[in-house]
C-alpha cells in the first residue's frame, strides 16, 4: 500500500514542487491549501508532470472541523505543513494576522492530527531562526535569534513542537530549516508566482530579465563581502523537494525527530546572482545600487552536514541549474500562472 501524506500549503512555490517528488517516489497526495497565495492551476500541472492525481481539499488549516473532515476520509500516514504567510515586511506591518495563521493554525492543525493519532509531522522552518549569525557556516546548533514577527512565528512553531514531542513521544517531528529556495521545475511548467512586486531576489531578477520591470535595486553594496552586496545559500526548490523526500523516508524508518538545515553549504552574492542569471537567460539585467534595505543581513549559509548525515541528502543542483531553470518558467509563463 502506497503511504499517504497530507501536504498543507501543496499548491505554494515549495509544496507544488514537493507534491511532483512525492508522487514519484510513488507516495499518495492528499492536498489542502486555501489558495491565499496560490493558484489552483498549480496542483493541475502537478498531476499533468506526474501523471498521477491528487486529492485536492480547499480548505484553511485553522478550519478544525474541515480538517477533522479530511483526516476522517483519508488514512494519513504522515503530513508535510507548508501552510503559512511567508512576507517578512508584511509580518511587520501585520503581526496578528502572522500569530494567527502560522503560529494559531499550526496549533489548530496539531490538535487535529493529535485526535486523529497522526503523529508523523514535517515542519517548514527557516533560516530565518538564526538571525545576524554570530559564525558561518551555519550549524544546527548555532545561535537562534529572531528579528521580525515571520521569524518569532517559526520560531514559536519550532518551540510548540519541542514541548509536544516532550511531551508525547509517539509524535515524530522533523524540523526543515529551508535557506534561499530559488529555481523552478526543469518542465517549466510549474514556479514561483509572487502576487504583486516580489520581496525576493530571484523572482524579482526573472521579472526584470523577461521586461516585467525596470531595474533591479541591489539593497547595498558595503557590507564585509567580497563584492559589498548580501551573500546567500540559494538551493534549488527541486533538490529542496528531494530534501523532503528523504525527511520523510527517515520519520518512517526511525523513532524519534530532527532537527536539519537545508541548504547547499554555499554563498553568493547579489552580484554573482546577477550574472549567473544574465548567461542563463541571455538578457540584461539592469540595476542600481539603492541603500540596505532594514533587517538584512551581511552573509548567510548553512552547514549541509547534518542534512547529509542524517538523511543522506544533499544538494545537487548549481547556480547555472537554478538560475537556468527559473527562467524557463519565467519566459514560458512570463504573467505566471495568471495567464
Ligand atoms: P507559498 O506562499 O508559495 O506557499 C504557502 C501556501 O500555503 C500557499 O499556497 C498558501 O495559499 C497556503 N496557505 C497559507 N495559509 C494557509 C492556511 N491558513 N490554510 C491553508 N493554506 C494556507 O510559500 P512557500 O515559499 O512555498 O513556503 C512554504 C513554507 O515554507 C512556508 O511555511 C514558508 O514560511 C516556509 N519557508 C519558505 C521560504 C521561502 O523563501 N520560500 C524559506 C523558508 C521557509
Ligand atoms: C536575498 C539578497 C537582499 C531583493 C528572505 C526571508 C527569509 C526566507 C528567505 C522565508 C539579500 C538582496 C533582495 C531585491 C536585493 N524566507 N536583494 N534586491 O532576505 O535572504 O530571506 O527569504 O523563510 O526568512 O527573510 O532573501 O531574496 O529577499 O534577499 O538586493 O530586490 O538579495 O538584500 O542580500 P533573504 P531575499
Known amino acids: 500500500m502506497p503511504k499517504k501524506i497530507l501536504v498543507t500549503g501543496a499548491s505554494g512555490f515549495i509544496g507544488s514542487h514537493t507534491c511532483v517528488e512525492l508522487l514519484a517516489a510513488g507516495f499518495e497526495v492528499v492536498a489542502v491549501d486555501n489558495l491565499c497565495n496560490s493558484a489552483p492551476e498549480a496542483l493541475l500541472r502537478v498531476e499533468r508532470i506526474a501523471g498521477k492525481s491528487i486529492s485536492f481539499h480547499q480548505i484553511d488549516v485553522r478550519d478544525r472541523a474541515a480538517m477533522t473532515a479530511v483526516l476522517a476520509e483519508h488514512a494519513i500516514d504522515a503530513v508535510i505543513h507548508f501552510a503559512g504567510l511567508k512576507a517578512v515586511g508584511e509580518s511587520v506591518a501585520q503581526p496578528l494576522m502572522y500569530i494567527d495563521n502560522n503560529v ?8 487535529v492530527l493529535a485526535a486523529a493519532h497522526v503523529k508523523r509531522f514535517l515542519f517548514s522552518s527557516s533560516a530565518t531562526v538564526y538571525g545576524d549569525p554570530e559564525t558561518l557556516p551555519i550549524l544546527e546548533t548555532s545561535r537562534l535569534s529572531v528579528t521580525n514577527p515571520y521569524g518569532r512565528s517559526k520560531l514559536m512553531v519550532e518551540q510548540i513542537l519541542a514541548d509536544l514531542v516532550h511531551a508525547d513521544a509517539q509524535w515524530q517531528v522533523g524540523v526543515l530549516r529551508y535557506f534561499n529556495p530559488v529555481g523552478a521545475h526543469a518542465s517549466g511548467l510549474i514556479g514561483e508566482d509572487p502576487g504583486g512586486i516580489p520581496n525576493n531576489l530571484m523572482p524579482f531578477i526573472a521579472q ?13 553594496n558595503d557590507y564585509p563581502t567580497p563584492d559589498g552586496t548580501g551573500v546567500r545559500d540559494y538551493i534549488h526548490v527541486a533538490d529542496l523537494a528531494l530534501g523532503h523526500v528523504a525527511a520523510l523516508n527517515r520519520l518512517f524508518s526511525c523513532e524519534g525527530g530532527f532537527t536539519v538545515n537545508l541548504g547547499t553549504g554555499r554563498g553568493y552574492s ?14 540584461a539585467v539592469p540595476y542600481q545600487i539603492v541603500p540596505r534595505r532594514p533587517g538584512d543581513i ?3 549559509y548553512a552547514s549541509a552536514e547534518q542534512a547529509r548525515e542524517l538523511l543522506g541528502w544533499t544538494a545537487q543542483k548549481n547556480i547555472d541549474d537554478m538560475c537556468a531553470d527559473h527562467w524557463r518558467w519565467q519566459h514560458q509563463n512570463p504573467q505566471g500562472y495568471a495567464a
Open 104 to 111: 494559531s493554525g499550526t496549533v489548530a492543525l496539531l490538535e
Open 208 to 220: 526584470v530579465a523577461v521586461g516585467r520591470r525596470d531595474k533591479l535595486s541591489v539593497f547595498g
Open 270 to 283: 547579489v552580484l554573482d546572482i546577477v550574472r549567473a542569471f544574465e548567461a542563463a537567460s541571455g538578457r
Open 298 to 300: 551581511a552573509s548567510c
